[in-house]
């Protein structure tokens, strides 16, 4: 029987270093993006959307917790799509190493 509860957004009393505990926030990076995927921003709109609002979900969780690197991995990846992609199927391509 588990002993976890949800606390300002995330699970208290779970462990943090199973991916499970870190999926609630990876979900909420992708629907906010998924809003945004669909208005035709300029590449530097999606650059200061990445790193001013995008970044502070994750930074918040991981003033409590340490993050494993798989799912900051995660979250870099879902960044990468969003800058790179600009709302299309398929591959992207990305200018920049």
Not at 32 to 56: A, E
Not at 63 to 84: E, G, H, Q
């Amino acid at each position: 029987m588990s002993t976890s509860f949800t606390y300002l957004g995330f699970e208290v009393g779970g462990s943090q270093r199973k991916v499970i505990f870190w999926e609630g926030i990876i979900e909420k990076i992708r629907k906010r993006l998924d809003k945004w995927k669909c208005n035709f921003l300029s590449l530097t709109r999606r650059i200061c959307l990445l790193r001013f609002v995008q970044s502070s979900l994750p930074l918040f969780y991981m003033s409590f917790f340490r993050m494993p690197v798989t799912m900051a991995n995660t979250i870099k990846r879902i960044k990468r799509k969003f800058l790179w992609g600009w709302g299309k199927e398929g591959r992207k391509i990305a200018w920049v190493a």
